[in-house]
Every structure is written in structure tokens, then in C-alpha cells.
């Protein structure tokens, strides 16, 4: 599952780079950032930096800078398309995050660097994690939030499936090669308000740029964020892909 979620975000910037695009994203069109929405029970002081992690390189690393007491060494996450062996950074706390390891280099070199949300439809979204990127990037952010930082519109997968509100492309903007992931997700109670059509043209496994009106009026927000190492794909392979995720995009 990790090794495709990188592919899917190396592709998507050959897509971006492939495309002479003629159009012009209006920002002023999308939901003006809401200082107050993404608003982090974390003061400053307490913030922890994703990219940091990923500079340990390996399992030394991780223990000398963070305690060999907060590395749980190996742990099995479950998710819709199997089981996957993980290592998990102060497990059980709020700064809990998950460490994937590059293929064939278990302890050896981290690949990425995943930290949730654990939202709900019946629970506070206000985050309580430290964790955040560089970029400015962390969970509990609204979409129209990070267009703003990442300085135009992207192109996102259809919500609700195991690979639903991921980023496909930056389309260009300040975040792309950065090497970094988010995942949308709607934890409103009624669609945000949107039809049943409208909820289900932003749905399924299909591609759009978040220009889409009802991803726009829907505004949902980040609950994973990922750092990660560029993964090696061959030229041949890029292509094939590149090919396949053009098939899935709705038209602007």
C-alpha cells in the first residue's frame, strides 16, 4: 500500500510537468483560509517536525534522538488492503506516528514518516498532534487552507475508499517535490451539505482538481500527513502509470 501512495504522488507530478496548462486558478473562487479552522491545541514550542524523523535515517538513529523507550521496534498496521509491519514513534500518545521502511532495508533506512488524525464524525477535530511538516502542512488543516499555502489548486482522489482524498498532483505549486503526502477527509454529518449527486461526483476512484465546486463547498480536512523518501520508479514504469491515472482524471 505505502510503495503504491508513493507512486501515486511521484506520477502525479509527471503528470503535472507533462501538461502545458493554459488556465488560471482564481484562489479568490475557493474558500478564503480560516485562521481559526485548523486552530492546534499545540503551542509553538511543542511543535515536532515530521522531516526530522526521516533524517534519522535508521533504527540508531530513531533511538538516539527520540529514547529506545519511545521506538516500538515492530508493529502490524491493518488497513483495507492487508497487514503491514511498521514501526511506531512514542506509541500510545499523542505524538504517536508510523515509520515505514524502505524495501529490503528494514531498520536500515526509513522510507516515510506517517502521522494520523484519528478523527471522527463524533469527535473534536481540533488536532492534538505536534507533528507537522516544514511546508506549514499539518492534520486538521482545510482544503482551502492548503491551496493557499501551496499557492494554486491540486488534483486529488475521490473520497471514501482505501486510497480516497490523497494528492495526486501539486500541480506545480510551492509543495510539489517537497516528497509530501496529505489525505483529505469529510467528517461532517450530512455531506457538508452536498447533494447525494454532488457527494458522489467527488467520490470513488477517480481524479479532480480541487477546483471541483462540491469538493470546494465541502472544504474537508487534512487527517494524514506523510514525509517520504522519492521512490525509484523506471522510466518505462512512470509512463504506464502516468497513462493510467490520465484515464481516471474528471475533465476541468
Known sequence: MKKLFYSLAFVGMLVACS??????????????????????KISKSEIMYLEDVLQCVDLKGLEKKYGAENVK?????????????????????????????????????????????GFSRTSDATPSSPWESKEGLRLGMKMSEVIALN???????????????????????????????IRFNDYSNNMGGLSEKDYSSISGDREFDTQHPAIIKLNPIVDELSVY????????????????????????
Open 19 to 40: 501538461e502545458k496548462k493554459n488556465t488560471t486558478e482564481n484562489l479568490d473562487s475557493i474558500n478564503a483560509v480560516q485562521s481559526d479552522s485548523s486552530a492546534n
Open 73 to 117: 521496534k515492530d508493529t502490524t498496521v491493518t488497513t483495507g488492503e492487508g497487514d503491514f509491519k511498521t514501526t511506531m514513534l512514542f506509541p500510545g500518545t499523542a505524538k504517536e506516528i508510523e515509520i515505514y521502511w524502505k524495501d529490503g532495508e528494514d531498520y536500515k533506512k526509513i522510507q516515510d514518516v506517517l502521522v494520523k488524525g
Open 151 to 181: 499557492g494554486k489548486t491540486f488534483t486529488i482522489t475521490g473520497l471514501g475508499w482505501d486510497l480516497g482524498g490523497n494528492v495526486v498532483s501539486w500541480e506545480g505549486g510551492k509543495m510539489a517535490n517537497k516528497n509530501i503526502s
Open 229 to 252: 523518501l522519492k521512490p525509484d520508479i523506471s522510466p518505462e514504469l512512470g509512463q504506464k502509470m502516468t497513462k493510467e491515472v490520465e484515464k481516471k482524471q474528471i475533465p476541468r
